[in-house]
C-alpha cells in the first residue's frame, strides 16, 4: 500500500538542510544518496531501453544482458503487447542487477533518418509512439520497476547535444513533440522523467518553469520525479525553483551542497527543496523501498541497517525470454517487396548463398547507452540451415573489400537463390554522433548491384535501425527491412525466410528516396549552436504528402504472407458535438490460405482535403490517430474498434498577442476577420467542419472513407481531456 503523504512528509521533517540537498544529486554514476541514520537506502539506475546494463566499466556493461528488438523495431510491430512483453523481459533483468529504475523509453522523433539515435525511438508518429510508450511503461512498472520516459524535450541531433538550442514554434512543440511525453504521463502514470541535454528556444531544459513545472507538473499532473541526463548543464537556481528533482550522476555540480547554499541564502525557497525530498521519497515508496524507514520514524526505534555495497549482479538466460525474443524479431520484420519467392520452400531449392558483411550475424542494435553485451547472438547461418533442412545447402560469403564482391557474385550465379544482408551497426548508428550520409557503407551498394546482375532469384534484406538509400530497390525478388531485432534475429530472420513465422512488421518511419528529399533537410543537424526545426508540423509522411514528392516505401507499410480484406467502416456518428466522441468499427478477414497479421490503420483528414483550412491554417493532409493490430486464422474475420475523441481532431493554438493587443486600435473599420483566425487563450481547438477518417493498410494505401463533421468551437477543449 502506498505512504500516507503525512508519514513521507514527517521523513522529509527528519533530514537536516545538508541531507535533503544531498539527496537531489547522485552519489556516483547509479546510484542515489543514502541516508543511514534514517534507514532511506541508496536507489540504483541503469541504462536500457533494449536490456539493462547494470554497472558498467569503461562504458562497457560488467555482466551480460538479455537484449531485445531495438525501439523502432518495436514500433514497426505495431503491437503494444508486444512491447510490454519487451520492457517487462528488461525490466525484470534490471532487478537482476540490484537496478530499479531503467532509463527507458526515448520518445523523441524520428525527425531527419541521419540522427544518431533513431534507433533507440519508436518512430516518426508522434501518436505510434505516444501509444508504445505507454505500453513499454506499464510493461516495466508492471514488475515494480520504474520507467523512465525521456529526452525531454525536442532532442533529435546529436550535435553539439550539451549546449545546442532546438528552435522550434509552441504549435509544433505541443501537436508533435511533447505529445508522446504526454501519453507517457497522463496513461500509463510514468514514475520518473529524464530531460534532455539540448536547450530549447535557448533555455536549458531543467531550468524551465514552464516546461517542468507549469506543463509538466501543473497542466498534465505529472507527480513522479524529474531527473536531468547525465552530466547535463543546470543552473542552481533556475532548476533549483523549476521543478528538477535529481542531479545525475554524482558528485554534485549544480545541486547538493550548492543547492543547500543556496537555501541558505535565500536563493533557492526550502518549500521547492522540500518538495523535491518528497518527490524522491514518493518514488522509493512505490518501488517497496521506504517501508523500514518509515516504520522506524512511526516508532521512534533505530532504522534499519541499509546496505553500503551495490548488490550483485546475477542476470539470467531464460529459454522462454529467448523464445520471446525470436517471435518478436519476426514480428517486427518488415517485408517490403516480395514477387512470390518469400516464403522459401525448401523443397524447391537445393542451394542458397548467403552473402554480405552481415549474413552470418547481423547487427542487432545501436551503440552509445543503449549498448549491451548480449547473453548470445542467434546465426542467421545457422538458423537457416536448420531451417531450410539437410536437403538444401547454404554456402556463406562475408563478402566485405573488391576479391569478396566478386567471389560473392560468383556464388550467387551457382546457387538457386541467393540472400544479401547488408546493413548498418553500432559503429554508425549510436549516442554522440550522427550520421553523415544514408548511403550503404563500405561496398555493399555495388555487392547487391553486382548479386542482383547474377541471380534473379535474389532477396536483399537490409539490418539498420534508421532508413538508408535503396538505388536498386526494385530488382530484389524481395527486399526485407529488419530494423535492430535484438539478440534472436538470426533466428527471426530465419524463420521469416523458411515461412515458419510471418513477417509481422509496418514501417514506422517513412523510408525515402533520397536525403535531399527529408523534411529537415537544410536544417539538420543545425548550426552556431542551433538546431532550427524549419519544417514545422511536416514531419515523415506528413511532409510527404503535403510536398507531393514520391518516397522508396511509406509510413505503415508492409506486405504479408497471406490476404486481407478491410470491410467497411461504420461510425457511431456522423455529426459529433461538443463534448462527444465517434466510435469506429471496422471488419477485417482473412483471405488468405495461412495465418498471418494485419494493421489497420486510422487517420484524420481535416477539412478542406489538408490543405489550408479557414483562417489560414496549414494543416498535414492526415495524421495517424489509431491502429490495431490483428492475427487471424485463415477465413477468420474480426472486428477492430476505435475510439476517438475531439483532440483526435484538435490542433494547438498559441494565440496571436499582437492581434488581441492592435486589433481594438484599428483606425479604419476592415472586414472583421473569420472567428476562426485568432483565439484569445491557448489551448487546444477544434475547427468546425467535414473531416474524413481514413482506414487502410498504410499511409499510401487507404480503403475506406468515412465523413464526421464535427461542430467544434471557439472555446479550447478541457486540458484534462486525454490523448487518445
Known sequence: MPAEPSAIDALVAALSLEEKAGLTAGVDNWSTMPVPRLGIPAVYLSDGPVGARGHTVDHESATTSVCVISPTAMGASFDPELTARMSAIVARQAREKGARVLLAPTVNLHRHPLWGRNFEAFSEDPVLTGKLAVAYIAGVQGEGQAATIKHFVANEAEFERFTSSSDLDERTLRELYLLPFEYGVRHAKVWTLMTSYNRVNGAHVPDQRRLIGEILRDEWDFDGLVMTDWWAIIDT???????????????????????????????????????????????????????EALASLASGGPAAAVASERPAEHPEDRAEDRAALRAAAAQSTVLLTNDGILPLAPGAIGSIALLGP??????????????????????????????????????????????????????????????????????????????????????????????????????????????????????????IQAFYGGQELGNGLADVLSGAAEPG?????????????????????????????????????????????????????????????IGEARVSTTEMHRGEQVVVEVPVTNTGKRTGSEVVQCYVAPPGGGRLEP??????????????????????????????????????DTTDEDWLALEPRRAHPAAPLPPAAHKRAPGWYVAPGRYELCIGRSSADITQRVAVTLEGGDEPLDPALLPD
Open 237 to 291: 537556481e533556475l532548476a533549483g525553483e523549476a521543478g528538477l528533482d535529481l542531479e545525475m550522476p554524482g558528485p554534485a555540480r549544480a545541486f547538493g551542497p550548492a543547492l543547500a547554499a543556496a537555501v541558505r541564502e535565500g536563493r533557492v525557497s526550502e518549500q521547492a527543496l522540500d518538495a523535491k525530498v518528497r518527490r524522491l521519497f514518493v518514488l522509493f515508496d512505490r518501488l517497496g523501498l521506504l517501508d
Open 358 to 479: 552481415r549474413a552470418e550475424f547481423p547487427a542487432i542494435m545501436g551503440g552509445g547507452s543503449a549498448k549491451v553485451r548480449p547473453h548470445a547472438r542467434a546465426s542467421l547461418l545457422d538458423a537457416l540451415r536448420e531451417r531450410m533442412g539437410a536437403t538444401v545447402t547454404v554456402h556463406h560469403e562475408a563478402a566485405g573489400d573488391p576479391d569478396g564482391i566478386a567471389r560473392a557474385a560468383e556464388l550467387a550465379a551457382s546457387c538457386d537463390v541467393a540472400i544479401v544482408v547488408v546493413g548498418t551497426d553500432d559503429t554508425i548508428e549510436s549516442e554522440g554522433f550522427d550520421r553523415t550520409t544514408m548511403d550503404l557503407p563500405a561496398h555493399q551498394d555495388e555487392l547487391v548491384e553486382r548479386v542482383l546482375a547474377a541471380n534473379q532469384r535474389t532477396i536483399v534484406v537490409v539490418s539498420s535501425g534508421a532508413p538508408v538509400t535503396m538505388p536498386w530497390a526494385s530488382r530484389p525478388a524481395a527486399l
Open 505 to 565: 512488421g509496418r514501417l514506422p518511419t517513412t523510408l525515402p528516396l533520397r536525403l535531399e528529399h527529408t523534411p529537415a533537410y537544410g536544417s539538420f543537424p543545425g548550426e552556431s549552436s542551433h538546431v532550427r526545426y524549419g519544417e514545422g508540423l511536416l514531419i515523415g509522411y506528413r511532409w510527404y504528402e503535403t510536398r507531393q514528392l514520391p518516397v522508396a516505401f511509406c509510413f505503415g507499410h508492409g506486405l504479408s504472407y497471406t490476404t486481407f480484406s
Open 615 to 652: 483562417g489560414g491554417r496549414l494543416r498535414a493532409p492526415k495524421e495517424l490517430r489509431a491502429f490495431a493490430k490483428v492475427v487471424l486464422e485463415p477465413n477468420a474475420s474480426t472486428t477492430v474498434r476505435f475510439e476517438l475523441s475531439e483532440r483526435s481532431f484538435a490542433y494547438y
